[in-house]
Every structure is written in C-alpha cells, then in structure tokens.
C-alpha cells in the first residue's frame, strides 16, 4: 500500500502533535486551537505518521464498507441489494477520498466518522434498540469533535430530530438523540470560545472579504473595529502573513481587543445585515464547493485505485450541472413517491435521505462563511454528502419504483384470477 511508504504532512499536523503532547484532560488538549478528536488518534499512536495514516486507511475501508452495507440492508428489492452495496464501496474507493488516508489532517477521519454516522441512521431507523442509540452518540460525539463545521452539523441535525420527535408522537423517544447533539455542540462551542479557534478563520475572512471592500469595511468601522493603517496593510493577505502581524504587531493592539470582545458579534451581525448576499453567495461558488479540487494535498507516493473513467462515474465532478439536474429530478420524483406512496412509511431510509439533502446547503453555507482559506480542502465533506446524496436517492427511487411497478402488477394479476 502506498500509504505505507508515502504520508503528506501540513500545518495543521505540528499542530496535532502539539496537542497530543498535552494530557487528555487538561486544558491545551480540550480546550486546543483544534478539536480533540484527531490529537486524540495522534496520541493514541505516539503521533507516528506511518501508523495514523495505515489506521485511516483500514479504518475508512471499514467505515465505508459499514455504510455501504446499511444502504443495502435497508433497499427492500433483492435484486438491488449487491448493486447497491458495490455502487456506495465504489464511491467510497474514489481518489477524492481515498487520497485523504495518507494525508495527516482531519479530512479522513472526519469523513469516515460521517460514514459511520450515516450508517447509525439507517441502522437505528430501521429497527430501534439501544445499543444503536448507544453507537450513534458515540459515533456522534467524535464526529463533532473532528471538525468545527460537524458540531453546527450536529446541531441542525439535533433540532430536526426534535421537531420531529415532537411532531409525531410515535418518535418521542428520538429527543434524547436530539438532545445529547445539542449538549455536544454546545461543549464544542464552549471548547471553541476558550481556545479561541474562530478567531484565525475570522481573520482569513476579514482579510480576503472585508478588507479589500470599503462598503464593507465601513460596516466594521461603525462597530468599532479601529481602521488603522497597520490594519489595512492586512487588506488581501492571510492571518499568518507579516510574520504573524494579527498576532504580534503593537500597532494592532486596540484591534486585538475588539476582536476578542466584538469581533464574533459584529461578524455575524454583518452576514444577517445582508441577506440575500449572505445567502446567494454559497450557491454562486458551487463550483468551488462541490469539486474539492482547489487544493492538491496528494501525497507523493498516492496512486489511485479505481480506474480513471469509473472513478469519473462515481464521483462526477467534472459534469456538476448534470449532476445537480439529476439530483433535482430525482427529488421530485421523490417527492411524487411521498405523496402518492407514503413511502417515508414504507422504508424510513428515506428520513435519512432528506436529512442528507436538506443539510447539504446548510454545510456548504458552513464553510463558506466559515472561513476564506482553502475553500476546495473544507468544502471536501460537503462534496462527499452531495454526491453519496445522489446515488442514494437513485438507490431509494429506483427500489420504491420498482416495488410499486411489482405491488401494481400483483394486484393487476389478482383482479384478473378473480374475475
């Protein structure tokens, strides 16, 4: 395996063992400029970058392979069965995943963790008991603390769960679900705060959106965001450049303190000050979003295991539009099939579904405004849901299809005998 004699290592790795170094229930470790569950795996391996990268690619191999046997244990036609279980193996071989094992970063745990959280899903809508209950929380909880963007998942996902826990009766025992992932993404938010991790991603965007922009800039100004000339020589760069001046420079002292104090607010009151802007912005970078292709963290040894063109058909890229002209048909027809079938009720896979559809925008949005760096390497989750999104929903649709076509002719054959 290449992962074996090739890893590719980022920024973000001295950071990892840094935290690793630190004790579990200590401060720098929960509270750390990174959420915990990636410096946890680096010191559960002495942060040894052969034996992390060999562990991501088993334990996405066997994520994936839980995943893909979820989605086929739920299709209720037989014959789709194997079909679906080797289309979501396939998907999950593709370069714009695999290659993330040998990459020491969270992409690959955090997306293995997502699989393994979907599977939960299935697993436990299809026949509850509590040992999935007790699974799903577990899985849960280290995927909220992978990334930043998978505890506001999480949240989302929380409050639907609890809309609907309440709205149908019969699902009331899914509020303790709904309410473990509130508590989870308000720690993480607690731990976020105290260890002030927003604040780079801020200053990403502060320097790449609102610097360079007067209208903007004027926003801040009028919150008290002090408008100097050593600030605006900030204007187009990253929060690391000038040796680190965000940080550093006594000239930016006074706007030190009003990041720490307002910075977050004013922030959040500029993107509900524009609306449409805010909210037109991540569809207008789809492109951007969804190819995960800005930025290269390909490892040098890294070969792919599916061939080029079947890696093309299970993870298309470069036909986006054609993909979201399909995933839009195939809602529709979904939606037909809800109404007309009930089919929510026929196969609760299909709760799943719209959870994975609803949220794909909600994430992009995440990211987006989340931070202005490296939009290709953050979007890569939001990637992965729309397209496993699509061949889900294909899954599903053609399974439903097919199963009201045989109902249909069953009861055709019926009436004929009768009469």
Same mark, same amino acid.
């Given at each position: 395996m290449s992962v074996l004699t090739s890893v590719q290592a980022s920024t973000d790795t001295g950071v990892y063992i840094i935290m690793a170094s630190?004790?579990?229930?200590?401060?720098?470790?929960?509270?750390?400029?990174?959420?915990?569950?990636?410096?946890?795996?680096?010191?559960?391996?002495?942060?040894?970058?052969?034996?992390?990268?060999?562990?991501?690619? *088993? !334990?996405?191999? $066997?994520?994936?392979?839980?995943?893909?046997?979820?989605?086929?244990?739920?299709?209720? +036609?037989?014959?789709? &069965?194997i079909p679906a279980f080797t289309l979501v193996l396939l998907f999950s071989l593709s370069e714009n995943i695999i290659q993330w094992d040998s990459v020491l970063l969270s992409e690959s745990v955090s997306l293995s963790l997502m699989a393994l959280f979907l599977a939960g899903w299935f697993w436990i809508l299809n026949s509850w008991k509590w040992q999935k209950v007790v699974y799903?929380?577990?899985?849960?909880?280290?995927?909220?603390?992978?990334?930043?963007?998978?505890?506001?998942?999480?949240?989302?996902?929380?409050?639907?769960?609890?809309?609907?826990?309440?709205?149908?009766?019969?699902?009331k025992r899914y509020l303790i679900i709904?309410?473990?992932?509130?508590?989870?993404?308000?720690?993480n938010e607690i731990s976020s705060n105290t260890?002030?991790?927003? *604040? !780079?991603?801020? $200053?990403?965007?502060?320097?790449?959106?609102?610097?360079?922009?007067?209208?903007?800039? +004027?926003?801040?100004? &009028?919150?008290g965001m002090p408008v100097t000339p050593a600030l605006m020589r900030m204007s187009g760069k990253w929060a690391s450049r000038e040796n680190w001046a965000y940080y550093r420079d006594p000239a930016l002292k006074d706007f030190r303190m009003w990041l720490h104090n307002n910075g977050k607010s004013t922030y959040i009151h500029w993107l509900l000050s524009r609306p449409y802007q805010t909210l037109k912005e991540p569809i207008s970078n789809r492109q951007?979003?969804?190819?995960?292709?800005?930025?290269?963290?390909?490892?040098?040894?890294?070969?792919?295991?599916?061939?080029?063109l079947l890696n093309k058909i299970v993870y298309p890229t470069d036909h986006l539009l054609l993909v979201i002209l399909m995933l839009i048909f195939i809602i529709f027809e979904a939606i037909g099939l809800i109404i007309s079938q009930r089919v929510y009720w026929y196969n609760p896979a299909w709760i799943v579904l719209l959870f994975m559809i609803?949220?794909?925008?909600?994430?992009?949005?995440?990211?987006?405004?989340?931070?202005?760096?490296?939009?290709?390497?953050?979007?890569?989750?939001?990637?992965?849901?729309?397209?496993?999104?699509?061949?889900?929903?294909?899954?599903?649709?053609?399974?439903?299809?097919?199963?009201?076509?045989?109902?249909?002719?069953?009861?055709?054959?019926?009436?004929?005998?009768?009469?």
């Open positions: 630190k004790p579990i229930w200590s401060a720098d470790f929960l509270e750390g400029s990174r959420p915990f569950t990636v410096p946890l795996l680096y010191k559960l391996f002495n942060s040894n970058f052969i034996l992390i990268a060999f562990f991501q690619s *088993i !334990f996405s191999l $066997l994520c994936w392979s839980f995943l893909a046997f979820q989605i086929s244990n739920v299709i209720k +036609s037989r014959w789709l &069965k799903l929380v577990v899985v849960a909880f280290f995927w909220t603390f992978s990334r930043e963007t998978n505890a506001w998942i999480i949240l989302m996902i929380g409050i639907i769960t609890a809309v609907i826990a309440v709205w149908k009766g019969s699902f709904a309410g473990v992932f509130i508590l989870f993404f308000a720690t260890g002030h991790r927003w *604040i !780079f991603p801020f $200053l990403n965007i502060l320097s790449q959106r609102i610097l360079p922009n007067k209208e903007n800039t +004027s926003f801040f100004s &009028k919150n951007r979003l969804l190819s995960s292709r800005e930025q290269n963290y390909f490892s040098p040894g890294f070969s792919p295991v599916l061939p080029v609803l949220l794909i925008y909600s994430h992009a949005f995440l990211v987006w405004h989340g931070d202005a760096m490296e939009i290709g390497r953050h979007s890569l989750q939001v990637s992965v849901q729309f397209y496993l999104s699509l061949w889900t929903a294909m899954l599903l649709t053609i399974d439903c299809v097919y199963l009201v076509k045989s109902k249909d002719k069953a009861t055709r054959k019926r009436d004929v005998f009768i009469k």
